[in-house]
């Protein structure tokens, strides 16, 4: 009898913790962290290699950049000189499709120069993908298509020095949007896909060698990439609850189908 009342207490208590991650995690519903081809948190605090927690295995070398405090947790600050991250290319980090990037960025200089904050992209050639403070200060969204043209805009926010910003952008194979802070800011028509190159994905900046460099002075944190198109509330919810929150709902569906298994085998 004892045994089965300690079973019961077992089972109540896990069912109670299941619930509460599920309910904690209600708003993330559609956010399916499969998607993700990378999410590098900036949360390392040490060392010359950041994670991506991501899963798939693109982790990223520090070139330079120091840690510093961020949105959430640590990120990193970069000099606007020669400072950046540079991820080797991997196939899944080439969507042809469809796409989302976005990360939180606090830009303190370069003002009337093009400053990268992510990109795949060699300036000079191999152009694929890219999110920039534009010489205009403007947030600016790129993509080439597959004839290798560069399709892009500006937004209408005009960027302000030593002021956080979240600046994403998504391509659902036609229309390319960018959000600032959780809204749509500007959208334009590109259809037909994106190009496949062999760049690296760069944070902060950096391209080929003998390319204008173009690095972004200031602070990134929680830079993510999806292959897929991700909705306004989507953004939102990253924005306001950071990504790391998005990875704990991920682990609340594993606990679930622990939780089925455990009351299978009693």
């Not at 370069?110 to 992510?118: A, E, L, P, S, T």
């Not at 173009?214 to 939102?236: C, M, R, S, Y």
Request: with cysteine.
């Amino acid at each position: 009898m004892e045994v089965l009342k300690v079973k019961r207490l077992t089972r109540l208590y896990l069912s109670l913790i299941v619930i509460s991650l599920i309910f904690t995690g209600q708003s993330f519903a559609k956010l399916d962290p499969e998607t993700c081809v990378g999410i590098w948190l900036f949360d390392e605090g040490k060392g010359d290699v950041v994670k991506d927690s991501s899963g798939k295995g693109n982790d990223g070398k520090i070139k330079g950049a120091t840690w510093t405090k961020g949105t959430f947790g640590k990120a990193l600050e970069f000099n606007g000189t020669d400072n950046f991250v540079e991820v080797p290319d991997a196939p899944n980090l080439n969507p042809t499709k469809t796409m989302s990037m976005g990360c939180w960025v606090y830009i303190t200089g370069n003002v009337g120069q093009h400053r990268d904050i992510i990109s795949k992209d060699g300036e000079s050639g191999e152009r694929q993908y890219l999110l920039t403070a534009s010489d205009i200060n403007k947030f600016r969204a790129h993509i080439w298509t597959p004839d290798a043209v560069a399709r892009y805009f500006d937004g209408k926010i005009t960027v302000e020095l030593n002021i956080w910003y979240h600046v994403a952008q998504t391509y659902d194979g036609t229309t390319l949007k960018l959000y600032v802070n959780g809204q749509e800011d500007s959208k334009q028509d590109f259809p037909g896909g994106i190009i496949v190159t062999k760049q690296p994905v760069r944070i902060g900046g950096g391209a080929n060698p003998g390319a204008a460099q173009l690095h972004t002075p200031g602070t990134i944190d929680e830079v993510v990439i999806f292959n897929v198109v991700l909705a306004k509330e989507d953004i939102q919810t990253i924005m306001d609850k950071g990504l790391s929150s998005m990875l704990a709902v991920s682990l609340t569906g594993k606990l679930t189908t622990t939780w089925g298994e455990v009351k299978n085998h009693h």
